[in-house]
Structure formats: structure tokens, C-alpha cells
């Protein structure tokens, strides 16, 4: 049976590749609220915009009024939360906007969400799902080499970032304790792929090297992080909403253990591969490595068990690094224009006709 999808953030990276996901290979009806920050683009959602199962509303989940007039209008059946404010580095620079989208964000929705939860039938009620999208950072880091997260991993966030998506976690489980919410938690280890923001690091490298820009890189590029394909990703939280247990929680990882400097280099090396034609005064874009002051608090490792939803329900990543990786540089570089407007800031003032006025 077709269900209504409520996805907060659906503008961003993560939530656009959902939505995309969402449209592309399911019968359901998308509702894709973001508030359009410097990370929600209206370009990454492009694909799907004519489909008349998807809409758009541009709003803050900040905002109770917002988030009850679009609840009664759509009557949605899941409501997967992925809006956020998610980068390290502006965390540490601005910290208050971080608490009040991830934090107070977050206990807006849950409690517009169980008013509304309420007033369901009995049908309804019990086929309703909160899923909250969160991150592996609320774990902090690893200290042995062969350590992973699990799901009962003690939380340690380090930086602003990951302590409001801690705080914002801990509100849904609170709402399933007290009251009952159907709540799922996911955390995922690092995204990559298509529509990233060049902010991050995968396409800050692509876009500076073919713009023969340096390739800053943190310390020694020691740190480890865990690479999940944004489109798996997409694909484990479908299946997470529809088929996983209320009340838990799953950890959604790629298998792809990497150091910063080791991704640097293999993006350098498909790049000498793909455009060969640098620019001018590049030999290699290895070259343009660039070691710069490590950010503080800088968490060294991550790495995630995903032992849980593989065995519980059945998924596993279908892309490796390698395969990724190639997919997401041969996308940028098809792809120069969406980069473009990013770069100069008029995808800001793209509509495409989607906003609810």
C-alpha cells in the first residue's frame, strides 16, 4: 500500500538522494519540507520535480505552525527526519544555530508529530514511523584499530555538531519512552556521492583540483572515516521505515575504512585517469596537496558495525569505495553546472516552481 513520506531536509545531500530514491522506485507520495539554508538546493531535486507524487514546502521545523499546517495537510504515514545543520568546521565557528535546528528542531517536530499521532485511527496509529537520522559522530572516536560502533556504543560527542545530534537523539528515544512515539534511530558513518555540497571534503578535493586549487587536508590526513554511497544510504533508510522493529536502533555503514590522505590520492589518481587535461602549472594533482592546521577536537577514527541491519533486515551497501568514488568523480565532472551554481551562489535563488506559497 502507498504511503505518504514526510522528509524534513530533503533539499540537503542526503535527504534529496532519499527523495530521489523515494520517487524513482517506490509508488509512494514524497513531501519534502526544508527550510533552504545554504545547504538545501532546489537543482538536487530536479529529477523528481514534475513527478505529481512529490511536493515541496519551504519551511523551518523550528516552526510549530509550519510543521502543523503541513502535517494536516498531508497526513503523512512516515516522517523521516533528516534536517540538520551537519558541518564540523561552522559548528566550532557557530554553535547556536546547530543547538537550536538539531536540538530544538527536533523537539518541535517529535511534539507536532505525537499530536498529530494521537488524533490517528487506530489503523493509522500503529502503522505510523518517526524515523530520526542521525551520525556515527555522536559516538565520538575509536582508540583500538579493530573497534567498531554499535548501537549500544556510550556516546562521547566532541565536537558542537555531533553533541546536538546527540541531544537530538536522545529526544526521540525519550518520546518512545514516555509516550510511546513509534520511533526508528539510524546513525550512519560518513556520506559521499552525487549533489554533495563542495563544502565536504570528497568534492572539495574533485572541484579545487580541476580548478588546479589546493587540496587542503587536516594534520597528516591521518583520521579514518567509514565512506557510505550516499544511494545506499538512501536505500537503508527506505528499508529501515518500512521494515524495522519500533523502538530500536540501526547503524548504517559503508565497510570502507579510509584515511583523509588516502582519499585525497585515489580521488587525484581517477582524476589523471578521467581529465587528464589539468590546469595550467599542474604536473599531478597530487601535487596540490596541501597540509593545513588540524580543526580542534578533530576525532580520529570512526568506523561503524553494521552487523545489526544486515543480519536483521537484510541490507548491505551494493557500491565499494572504489566503485563510488569513480561514480561520484565521473558525476562532477558531467555535472559542471549544478557545481557552478553552487560555487557562485545562484543556486539559492533557483524555485523551479516547487514551494508552496
Known amino acids: 500500500m502507498e504511503k505518504t513520506i514526510l522528509v524534513t531536509g530533503g533539499a ?10 523515494l520517487i524513482s522506485t517506490t509508488k509512494n507520495k514524497v513531501i519534502v519540507v526544508d527550510k533552504l539554508t545554504y545547504a538545501g538546493n532546489l537543482e538536487s531535486l530536479k529529477i523528481v520535480a514534475g513527478s505529481d507524487r512529490f511536493h515541496f514546502v519551504k519551511a523551518d521545523v523550528c516552526d ?7 502535517f494536516e495537510k498531508f497526513q503523512p504515514d512516515f516522517v523521516m527526519h533528516l534536517a540538520a545543520e551537519s558541518h564540523v568546521d561552522r559548528s566550532i565557528v557557530g554553535p547556536a544555530e546547530f543547538i537550536q535546528t538539531n536540538i530544538v528542531g527536533t523537539s518541535t517536530l517529535l511534539e507536532v508529530a505525537r499530536e498529530y499521532w494521537n488524533k490517528l485511527n487506530a489503523e493509522k496509529k500503529i502503522a505510523f514511523r518517526f ?33 546536538s545530534k546527540a541531544g537530538s537523539d536522545h529526544l526521540v528515544r525519550a518520546w518512545f519512552r514516555t509516550y510511546g512515539l513509534p520511533v526508528i534511530v539510524t546513525n550512519c558513518s560518513n556520506n559521499y556521492g552525487p549533489f554533495h555540497f563542495p563544502e565536504k571534503l570528497i568534492p572539495l578535493v574533485i572541484l579545487n583540483a580541476l580548478e588546479g586549487k589546493a587540496l587542503p587536508v587536516y594534520g597528516k590526513g591521518e583520521q579514518i572515516r567509514d565512506w557510505l554511497y550516499v544511494e545506499d544510504h538512501a536505500r537503508a533508510l527506505y528499508q529501515v521505515v518500512t521494515e524495522g522493529v519500533v523502538g530500536e536502533t540501526y547503524n548504517i555503514g ?28 599542474v604536473a599531478f594533482y597530487e601535487d596540490l596537496i596541501t597540509f593545513v592546521t588540524d580543526r580542534p577536537g578533530h576525532d580520529l577514527r570512526y568506523a561503524i558495525d553494521a552487523s545489526k541491519i544486515e543480519c536483521k533486515l537484510g541490507w548491505k551497501p551494493q557500491e565499494s569505495f572504489e566503485t563510488g568514488l569513480r561514480k561520484t568523480v565521473q558525476w562532477y565532472l558531467r555535472n559542471s553546472e549544478w557545481c557552478q551554481h553552487v560555487q557562485d551562489g545562484s543556486y539559492q535563488g533557483e524555485r523551479l516552481g516547487l514551494i508552496q506559497e
Open 64 to 70: 510549530v505552525e509550519s510543521m502543523c499546517q503541513t
Open 254 to 281: 559503508g565497510h570502507n575504512e579510509k584515511k583523509n590522505i588516502e582519499v585525497v590520492k585515489a580521488i587525484c589518481s581517477l582524476l589523471e585517469e578521467l581529465a587528464p587535461n589539468k590546469p595550467e602549472g
Open 131 to 163: 524515523h530520526h537520522v542521525s551520525t556515527d559522530e555522536v559516538y565520538g572516536d575509536l582508540e583500538g584499530a579493530s573497534d567498531l560502533f554499535t548501537e549500544i556504543t556510550p556516546y562521547a560527542p566532541s565536537s558542537p555538531y555531533s553533541a
Open 12 to 21: 540537503g545531500f542526503i535527504g534529496s538522494a532519499l527523495a530521489r530514491h
